[in-house]
């Protein structure tokens, strides 16, 4: 079963899916992680962005921060996306972390000055699985 | 013997084989006149795939839509690439055919990848992936008999189907 889910401070709502849980929830984000022991989680991020910054800015200036952050970083997919009605960017890339190969997907809105970063994140070899998941989780996001 | 699958990847008449076995992908890759292998660990190979076959964001028009063919029309359009259609060919119409061409007016390249289980698993089965990347973008390639269908997807939809090739869900 899943759940609605209102961040108390930051402003935005997502559809928890099962087998996630709510595993930590700052001022400025929530993560997301499997109800099980593993390494795929959703990171919901809330940014202050310079003044009228737009998703695609905002996924550029990302990408480049974890292309240098990340082992072995690579950008698969790049594109426009309507996320919870609004139009923002998606990207998919794949990198390695501790040995292992993973794989991130994330969603970018902006707007006002504020950005918004969803961020779905699993070993590569469970990605096909959870993809659906993901995509859900960002197809539900309301702020 | 112990249990492995072996890996097939045709791109442009060009042929890279191997096997995953014990966790470890060996794939023997074409480089000029000369084969180079590759050696990665299972949870890096839909990466390395995706490295080989030039997998990256491409264009996707709102407005693409399936387009579906005879095998015989998408053979005939992708000749002279070496290419070896997975099911017989059919029959195919001057619109079928012209559809296609339409498609792969930009450029192309054409590509397949096979992962099957080796003879020793007792259990034969493969997965595949047939893709064209055009100059409008990338389109699923799916069989139905003697008829193709070719399906707009995004970069995103194709890795998705190397990582399911690899972890076999």
Redesign the interface.
């Known amino acids: 079963m899943s759940g609605r889910y209102e961040h108390p401070h930051a402003g935005f709502s997502l559809t928890v899916p099962m087998p996630f849980a709510i595993l930590e929830e700052a001022a400025d984000r929530a993560i997301l992680g499997l109800d099980a022991p593993g390494d795929s989680t959703l990171v919901l991020m809330v940014e202050a962005l310079p003044g009228d910054m737009r998703a695609d800015e905002l996924a550029g200036a990302g990408l480049e921060a974890l292309a240098r952050e990340l082992g072995?970083f690579?950008?698969?997919?790049?594109?426009s996306a309507g996320i919870g009605g609004e139009r923002g960017v998606?990207t998919?890339s794949?990198h390695?972390a501790d040995?292992?190969?993973m794989?991130l997907?994330q969603w970018r809105l902006a707007a006002g000055g504020e950005g918004l970063i969803l961020t779905g994140s699993c070993?590569?070899?469970?990605?096909?699985?959870l993809?659906e998941v993901f995509d859900a989780v960002a197809a539900s996001l309301r702020r | 013997m112990s249990a492995y699958r072996e890996i097939d990847v045709r791109r442009e008449g060009r042929r890279a084989a191997g096997r995953l076995e014990a966790g470890v992908a060996r794939l023997l890759v074409p480089r000029g006149e000369d084969l180079e292998e590759i050696v990665v660990?299972?949870?890096?190979l839909?990466?390395a795939l995706?490295?080989l076959l030039d997998?990256?964001?491409?264009p996707?028009s709102p407005a693409a839509t399936p387009v579906r063919t005879s095998v015989e029309a998408l053979a005939a359009a992708l000749e002279p690439a070496g290419w070896e259609p997975a099911q017989p060919p059919g029959g195919g119409s001057a619109e079928d055919h012209e559809a296609i061409q339409g498609l792969l007016a930009a450029g192309h390249v054409h590509w397949r990848v096979e992962v099957r289980e080796g003879p020793s698993s007792g259990a034969p089965h493969a997965l595949d992936l047939e893709v064209l990347d055009t100059g409008v973008g990338l389109w699923l390639v799916q069989y139905d008999e003697a008829e193709v269908e070719l399906s707009p997807a995004?970069?995103?939809a194709v890795?998705?189907?190397l990582?399911?090739l690899?972890?076999g869900?």
């Open positions: 072995a690579r950008l698969i997919d790049r594109a998606r998919l794949s390695v040995g292992r190969a794989t997907e070993p590569t070899l469970e990605y096909s699985a993809a | 660990p299972e949870d890096a839909p990466d995706a490295r997998l990256g964001p491409r996707v995004t970069a995103t890795f998705r189907r990582a399911a690899v972890s869900h």
